[in-house]
């Protein structure tokens, strides 16, 4: 971990996540199935927290998962709640062009949340 960049790699079962935070940006990206899910998204918080407490204003989050089982879609529920409940970051969902279930995702979490997300569609790579 460099001062501005906070890395979780990329694994079998979990996504890259990247976290700059000189620029207030929050990335994770793959597949989200972690075999202990409360380790995974207490390392993201934590990180979220610190930076929240001097860059209040300034958080986006980019998700673009490929897939993710129930337990890390409760887990993601919470995480977004948290961070929405005090702060105004953008959001950002991502999902592939022909995936109807990771948009309806997305948006699902914009209804639960009370909060706006930015659903976007991606072309095919």
Partial sequence: ???NKYII???NQTPLVEFDTLNGTLSMHGKMVPENPIDFF?????S???YL???PAKLEI???LDYFN???SKMLSKFFRKVTTE?????NWFYEKDDVELKEAGEDYSQILNYPINVIELDEE
């Fill in 1 to 3: 971990m460099s001062d």
């Fill in 9 to 11: 790699p990329k694994t």
């Fill in 42 to 46: 207490e390392k993201v918080t934590q």
């Fill in 48 to 50: 979220v927290d610190d």
């Fill in 53 to 55: 407490k001097t860059n």
């Fill in 62 to 64: 980019n998700v673009r």
């Fill in 70 to 72: 129930t337990v890390s």
């Fill in 87 to 91: 702060h105004k970051p953008t959001l």
